[in-house]
């Protein structure tokens, strides 16, 4: 049987324009629709935060260790020019163009042996003390208690760089691998 076509009567009209002119104003994103993208920019900030922080804790202890081997090399180039090691981090600087003495050896960048001079370099605190039994020097690197690094270091002049995980480095610490 062939379906019949009855004529479109007014209210049939005006329900097809009525419509037409729903979907023509609706231009934007339902309620439901920016809920559900908001829930999932939410779950992937919670899974990547973690890891992004983590990651900042890992490249601060990395550059708190790869300073102490700066240090390191510049306190055997102050004791083989000048014998002995400096009363402070400062005089492993100076200003440029730097002129060595035992004042300024310029063996290490200014800004670094100025700033570990005063305590805080890059999130951790640094602490210099001349030893004279034996000569020598002890140097910790603690981390700042704004940092969420867990790692601190210790270096003497026996030039092994130790480290202690939640705890102070001493010289008892294990030794930090190459």
Known sequence: MAP???PATSHDLRSRDMEKNMK???KGFSLIELLIVVAIILIIAAI????LIGARNT??????AATMRSINTALTMFNTSYPG???SIGVLGGPSPCTPSVTTACALDDSIAQTVKF?????YTWTYT???TPAGFTLVASP??????VRSYFLDQGGTIHYADGAVATALSPALGN
């Open 130 to 132: 001349q030893t004279t």
């Open 144 to 149: 700042a208690a704004s940092n969420g690094a």
């Open 4 to 6: 019949t076509n009855f």
């Open 24 to 26: 023509r104003k609706q």
């Open 119 to 123: 305590g805080t370099y890059n999130n």
């Open 48 to 51: 990547a935060l973690p890891k």
């Open 85 to 87: 090691f400096p009363a």
């Open 59 to 64: 490249a601060s202890q990395a550059n708190a």
